[in-house]
């Protein structure tokens, strides 16, 4: 290494260093403050605060409700992940596949997407009223209590996930359908090809990238999920739609028991790392592959 290129790198650190300064306060300071509130058991209304060590993360083990809880974020986030992307992928081969009306179709799908989601989700616990909910009055003025009923709750707010970032999917495969050669479409129609053969053979594999990172998103996205849950159900009626956020901040800021709901978050952050690093993986093997 040469002076001038020492000398720029010394420039390069100076210049990193106050940004890697604010990282440190804002991001690791806090990690580690909650990564030590986890190994102990703090409850400050009853002046409690002790060490535990691991005894908040062994309670976890054997929790019920944090099994639920568990088993409740896999199924919101498989579920609205999927549809999304089915739901995201035809809508955005529709747009596609328009010559006029196109900009209209964004614009809309930009609305849905931009809207805050405890604005989405006040407007869908609107629509869900059993009574004057538009959802119910297209059923034919039927009282269904969708919002209530242990059974529908977790599909509503799932719905209500769905119409709020289904956009995001539809506007990325758009954008990346833009970018497909014409020449390829134009030498499958020489070879015969038809219209599922096409979308097998040539659509779908070039959108396989930019899907993947899409997913990613959208499951990190997921398994973080809180207000939109929180602000339609609670994390009720039951239980039902009581995610892992919900949990948590119910332990740490109803209950205030500090040491057990830090342990919960550290659950779900590693839960968080472990689904990117796997997506990653995934990219990488693509990016070799190819």
Same mark, same amino acid.
């Given at each position: 290494?040469?002076?001038?290129?020492?000398?720029?790198?010394?420039?390069?650190?100076?210049?990193?260093?106050?940004?890697?300064?604010?990282?440190?306060?804002?991001?690791?300071?806090?990690?580690?403050? #909650?990564?030590?509130?986890?190994?102990?058991?703090?409850?400050?209304?009853?002046?409690?605060?002790?060490?535990?060590? %691991?005894?908040?993360?062994?309670?976890?083990?054997?929790?019920?409700?944090?099994?639920? /809880?568990?088993? @409740?974020?896999?199924?919101?986030?498989?579920?609205?992940?999927?549809?999304?992307?089915?739901?995201?992928?035809?809508?955005?081969?529709?747009?596609?596949?328009?010559?006029?009306?196109?900009? &209209?179709?964004?614009?809309?799908?930009?609305?849905?997407?931009?809207?805050?989601?405890?604005?989405?989700? !006040? %407007?869908?616990?609107?629509?869900?009223?059993?009574?004057?909910?538009?959802?119910?009055?297209?059923?034919?003025?039927?009282?269904?209590?969708?919002?209530?009923?242990?059974?529908?709750?977790?599909?509503?707010?799932?719905?209500?996930?769905?119409?709020?970032?289904?956009?995001?999917?539809?506007?990325?495969?758009?954008?990346? %359908?833009?970018?497909?050669?014409?020449?390829?479409?134009?030498?499958?129609?020489?070879?015969?090809?038809?219209?599922?053969?096409?979308?097998?053979?040539?659509? $779908?594999?070039?959108?396989?990238?930019?899907?993947?990172?899409?997913? $990613?998103?959208?499951?990190?996205?997921?398994?973080?999920?809180?207000?939109?849950?929180?602000?339609? @159900?609670?994390?009720?009626?039951?239980?039902?739609?009581?995610? %892992?956020?919900?949990? /948590?901040?119910?332990?740490?800021?109803?209950?205030?028991?500090?040491?057990?709901?830090?342990?919960?978050?550290?659950?779900?952050?590693?839960? #968080?790392?472990?689904?990117?690093?796997?997506?990653? !993986? &995934?990219?990488?093997?693509?990016?070799?592959?190819?």
């Amino acid at each position: 290494m040469t002076r001038r290129d020492a000398a720029n790198r010394r420039r390069g650190m100076l210049l990193l260093a106050p940004t890697i300064l604010a990282l440190g306060a804002l991001t690791v300071y806090p990690g580690v403050w #909650v990564l030590w509130l986890s190994l102990q058991h703090r409850i400050p209304i009853f002046d409690v605060s002790r060490f535990a060590g %691991l005894d908040n993360y062994a309670f976890l083990a054997v929790d019920p409700r944090f099994s639920n /809880a568990a088993r @409740t974020t896999a199924v919101f986030t498989v579920t609205s992940v999927a549809l999304e992307v089915v739901l995201g992928v035809t809508a955005a081969l529709a747009i596609h596949a328009r010559r006029g009306g196109r900009r &209209l179709a964004l614009s809309f799908l930009l609305l849905a997407w931009a809207m805050p989601a405890v604005v989405t989700a !006040k %407007l869908f616990e609107w629509l869900y009223h059993p009574t004057a909910g538009l959802i119910n009055v297209a059923l034919g003025a039927r009282s269904i209590n969708w919002l209530g009923d242990p059974r529908l709750a977790l599909p509503a707010v799932v719905l209500a996930d769905v119409w709020r970032t289904m956009p995001f999917v539809a506007i990325l495969c758009y954008a990346r %359908l833009l970018a497909i050669p014409a020449e390829l479409y134009e030498a499958a129609q020489v070879d015969g090809a038809g219209r599922l053969a096409t979308l097998t053979r040539i659509t $779908l594999p070039m959108l396989a990238r930019i899907l993947l990172v899409a997913v $990613l998103f959208r499951t990190l996205d997921a398994l973080r999920a809180f207000d939109i849950m929180f602000v339609l @159900t609670g994390g009720g009626p039951a239980g039902t739609t009581e995610t %892992l956020t919900v949990y /948590a901040y119910r332990a740490l800021f109803q209950t205030l028991q500090l040491g057990f709901g830090s342990a919960l978050s550290v659950v779900v952050f590693l839960l #968080v790392m472990a689904v990117a690093w796997a997506y990653l !993986k &995934l990219l990488r093997a693509g990016t070799v592959a190819a």
